[in-house]
């Protein structure tokens, strides 16, 4: 079983619509957790970051931590063709000496 | 602020040749630093992990092997390429403390 699960569509969703990403783990040692952008041809790029449960908003997105269901998501509102990427989620124990990422959600947004 | 710069940006060798891909971290101090690969459309695999000046840690056994000869300084190198060895490889620097920063990787294309 992989630590950390996660669909790798894609996902394709008119503009301005709400999207939903969602990645699963398996470690309860888990306290951090991260939400990264990836668009073609380059490195990723950091969109949240989380500390245990709970939600937290940064303009257009969310991300939400459920610990007790080892469950996050990342959810963006009104949606832009901009947001067309791949987002990876990642997660960290408390020494932060390594980073368990998801295998990416391929996001397209269409005008 | 801090920078990560990751060189080459694109590299072509041949089966065989050696390989040296750099990477530097300005403005901080004794940071974690990662390489990971990426295949084409797959998620992030850890290669190497370094908490400090001449400490790696290997997680995959492979034909690569990385150095960290400076505080801010980390390569991967091999002494002959694979054609398996192709892919995106991406440099990554943590506090030890927080989320993980992305170089804009090398894309090694092995011929």
């Known amino acids: 079983q992989k630590e950390v699960e996660q669909d790798p569509g894609p996902l394709s969703v008119p503009e301005g619509a709400i999207v939903s990403l969602n990645c699963t783990y398996s470690?309860?040692?888990?306290?951090?957790f991260m939400w990264y952008r990836q668009y073609s041809r380059k490195g990723p790029e950091l969109l949240m970051y989380?500390?245990?449960?709970g939600n937290k908003e940064d303009g257009r997105f969310t991300a939400q931590v459920d610990k007790s269901s080892k469950y996050i998501s990342l959810f963006i509102r009104d949606s832009q063709p901009s947001d067309s990427a791949t987002y990876l989620c990642a997660m960290s124990s408390y020494n932060f000496n390594k980073f368990y990422f998801g295998s990416g959600t391929k996001l397209n947004v269409k005008p | 602020s801090q920078t990560i710069h990751q060189w080459p940006a694109t590299l072509v060798q041949p089966v065989g040749s050696p390989l040296s891909l750099e990477c530097t971290v300005e403005?901080?101090?004794?940071?974690?630093l990662y390489w990971y690969r990426q295949a084409a459309g797959r998620g992030l695999q850890l290669l190497f992990y370094?908490?400090?000046?001449?400490?790696i840690s290997s997680e995959v056994p492979q034909n690569l092997s990385a150095s960290r000869p400076q505080d801010r300084q980390f390569i991967l190198s091999s002494k002959k390429l694979l054609l398996s060895d192709s892919g995106f490889y991406l440099c990554a620097w943590s506090s030890g403390r927080t989320e993980a920063f992305f170089g804009q990787g090398t894309r090694l294309t092995v011929v």
């Open positions: 470690n309860s040692a888990f306290q951090y």
């Open positions: 370094s908490v400090g000046i001449g400490q």
């Open positions: 989380t500390y245990s449960s």
């Open positions: 403005g901080t101090s004794n940071p974690n």
